[in-house]
């Protein structure tokens, strides 16, 4: 299924995905990436700076959109450039479905070097959580 | 009170080098629900080129934020951590990061600017080997609402 970047054309578009994000995917988050705010595990702390419940770490939920882009380039090692806004928050309820993040992304641009540009799309309940979301990635 | 704008332009280095392992890429990867074997099979990863397993983009981001973090604790910039969010994140990588780098993050504060009560701060960090090679340069905002 490799893609190639004589394939790709602006305007190419990736077909969308969900990535389910659970409180336990949160606690593991925290302990990988060493950020243990505890807005993002605890509810009472989450609650006591009006936050509605827990939320997702920003980097976790750009993280889903950078494992979005790695899938469909087939390598980890493909994106030279990654920027993304947090626009909104992603609050992550105490139950076995947390939430869930929708991705798309669509081919705007062929660069140089094999590179072609994208734009991101994501959503969690419907409302965007990432605006200005592009990513370079580098084809075969 | 507003951030110390005479921090614009000063450079933050910590004096530790990081070492990138493979354990902690594959936690990474796990905790992102990352499977690509490129992140966890040294062999695989050597095949597609590399020398050894690569971390995923975002990785970065836990050596940066350990930089930024030295411009947060300033006690002089007068952030109140508290109220922070983050605002927008990049990166642009040089090549992918792989296990068995050494690298060292040097942290610049770009810009401080403020809206009202909310005040932002703009930090860039270059993440390089200790032998030079430019690897990554991390770009961060941060939002710090007063009430």
């Not at chain 1, 988050?29 to 950020?35: L, P």
């Not at chain 2, 810009?111 to 930090?123: D, E, N, R, V």
Request: glycine share 6%; proline share 5%.
């Amino acid at each position: 299924m490799a893609l190639s970047y004589a394939d790709i054309e602006p305007g190419t578009e990736i077909p969308p995905k969900s990535y389910r994000v659970t409180r336990l995917d949160l606690v593991k988050y925290a302990g990988a990436s060493g950020d243990f705010n505890a807005i993002h595990w605890n509810e009472r702390m989450a609650r006591s700076v009006g936050l509605p419940t827990v939320i997702a770490h920003g980097m976790y939920t750009m993280a889903q959109a950078g494992r979005y882009v790695c899938e469909w380039a087939g390598d980890p090692g493909a994106v030279t450039e990654f920027g993304v806004r947090f626009s909104a928050m992603v609050p992550v309820p105490d139950d076995d479905r947390g939430a869930t993040i929708e991705i798309s992304g669509r081919v705007t641009n062929k660069l140089a070097d094999n590179k072609v540009a994208i734009d991101l799309t994501a959503r969690a309940d419907g409302t965007k959580v990432l605006t200005r979301a592009r990513a370079v990635v580098r084809l075969p | 009170m507003a951030l110390n704008q005479e921090f614009v332009g000063r450079v933050f280095r910590s004096d530790e080098p990081y070492e990138v392992s493979r354990v902690k890429i594959v936690d990474f990867a796990d905790a992102i629900g990352e499977r690509s074997e490129l992140c966890r099979d040294r062999e695989a990863a050597q095949q597609a080129g590399y020398p050894d397993v690569i971390a995923p983009p975002t990785f970065a981001f836990v050596i940066s934020w350990r930089s930024d973090e030295l411009v947060h604790a300033d006690p002089d910039l007068g952030l109140d951590f508290s109220m922070v969010v983050h605002g927008d994140q990049s990166f642009s990588y040089s090549r992918p990061l792989h296990a068995g780098d050494v690298v060292v993050a040097t942290t610049t504060v770009e810009s401080i600017k403020a809206l009202g009560a909310t005040s932002m701060l703009f930090t860039a960090t270059d993440i390089s080997t200790v032998d030079g090679e430019h690897v990554c340069t991390t770009r961060s905002s941060i939002v710090e609402r007063r009430q």
